[in-house]
């Protein structure tokens, strides 16, 4: 049986953990902190690819495919762990507010339309029918009945859940010092609790998969971008809809809080909440449902999105090296490509199936001399 060590056990680890141990493999996930500790529990959850996506191509198929294996995905999960991970695909709304603005989406929505997806242009009145809390100045909107949102913190649970049940080996508390190589492979992991073979490893490391690939001398940036974010009771203010704007969104999660966010700045690995991050990310959201002037305030914090140069995640083999690969880089997104990532990541460890992972391949940074 093939032994896989994961290292990083953010959603992108638990994902691909529970997904290689169904299909049989022995697998271990090391992680330094809390499961989920880093960018995917501080995520506002959305699974929003028409939304995120600025083209057709690779990035939107990715995305669409893993919205689609969300329903089935969850299923199994919940059924797996006896919980409910607060799944809504109910749709969401992107708002313009002035002419400028609608021009911009108008393009947008052209060009989904003609690549058929589901998308409703919806002027004025039209948008408040659907949201009636937006405020009255918006002028139109992209309605995507079928995005949506998860609870991701509740996901994160899960995934640990279904791991332990399906014997994955699950390790926290523990750093990553070094990968262990030998003559052109990677064999495992050194740590703090000492050496980890395995016949396959694999970063799933968020924002600090840079930091592991320069360990072997390769040079693929992966540049954590802080993203501030914040939650306010919904009590009194029963927002129906998640609302993108061009300054800000807020997600109404089935838990009594709405989600408001979120800033993109570059601190390193800095993961203070700032007085400007914050005011921020309040005056963005407000325009758009003024009646949030009186939600009662209930915490703030951040996270460290992992980017990439060319905003694509980094998927598969990394070259040069037998027994390692990468999944990594997912930026804004990791929490809506998180099966689609474990299915086509574990398609490639045990089946070889690489052609699909093509466009995200981490080489296509770098050649192998
Ligand atoms: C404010 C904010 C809002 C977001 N909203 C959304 C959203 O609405 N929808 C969406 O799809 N995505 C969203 N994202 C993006 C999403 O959170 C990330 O893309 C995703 O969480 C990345 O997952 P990951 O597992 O790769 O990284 P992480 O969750 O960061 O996990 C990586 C793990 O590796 C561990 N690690 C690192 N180094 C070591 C080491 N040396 N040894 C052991 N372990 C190590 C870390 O401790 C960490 O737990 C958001 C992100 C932020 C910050």
């Known amino acids: 049986m093939t032994n896989c060590l994961l290292i990083g056990g953010g959603i992108i680890g638990l994902s691909l953990a529970y997904e290689l ?19 995917s529990s501080a995520a506002a959850g959305m699974l929003a690819p028409l939304k995120e996506f600025q083209t057709v191509g690779p990035l939107l198929d990715l995305g669409m495919e893993s919205l689609w294996l969300y329903p089935q995905w969850v299923a199994e999960l919940e059924a797996a762990t006896g919980g409910d ?86 390790v926290s508390g523990c750093v990553v010092t070094g990968l262990v190589q030998q003559a052109g492979s990677v064999t495992g992991a050194e740590t703090t609790a000492g050496t980890f073979h395995a016949d396959h490893t694999v970063i799933t490391s968020g924002a600090w998969a840079g930091i592991m690939l320069n360990w072997l001398g390769i040079s693929i940036p992966v540049c954590p971008v802080r993203g501030q974010i914040a939650a306010v009771s919904s009590a009194g203010i029963p927002l129906r809809t998640v609302v993108f704007g061009t300054t800000g969104y807020l997600t109404p999660k089935r838990d009594g809080r709405i989600i408001i966010g979120a800033t993109e700045d570059e601190a390193g690995f800095q993961k203070d909440v700032t007085l400007g991050g914050l005011a921020s990310v309040c005056s963005g959201v407000l325009p758009y449902v003024p009646s949030l002037q009186t939600a009662a305030f209930l915490e703030a914090w951040a996270g ?33 490509l998180s099966p689609v990532t474990a299915k086509r990541m574990a398609d490639w460890i045990i089946k070889n199936r690489l052609e699909p992972l093509q466009p995200f391949a981490p080489g296509r940074f770098f050649a192998v001399s």
């Open 21 to 39: 141990s169904r299909r049989g493999l022995s697998v271990t996930v090391i992680e330094q902190g809390e499961w989920g500790g880093q960018a």
């Open 85 to 170: 991970v607060q799944l809504c695909l109910d749709g969401l709304l992107t708002v313009a507010m002035n002419d400028e603005e609608a021009e911009a989406l108008w393009a947008k929505y052209c060009w989904q339309k003609a690549a058929g997806y589901h998308v409703r242009w919806l002027t004025g009145g039209e948008v408040l029918e659907v949201e009636p809390l937006l405020t009255a100045k918006a002028v139109a909107a992209i309605h995507s009945p079928q995005e949506g949102h998860i609870n991701n913190r509740l996901l994160l649970g899960a995934l640990v859940t279904a791991c332990k049940k399906q014997g994955v080996k699950l």
């Open 304 to 336: 460290l999105r992992p980017a990439t140069a060319d905003g694509k995640p980094l998927l598969g083999p990394v070259p040069g090296w037998n027994g390692l690969s990468i999944a990594g880089g997912h930026f804004r997104n990791g929490i809506l």
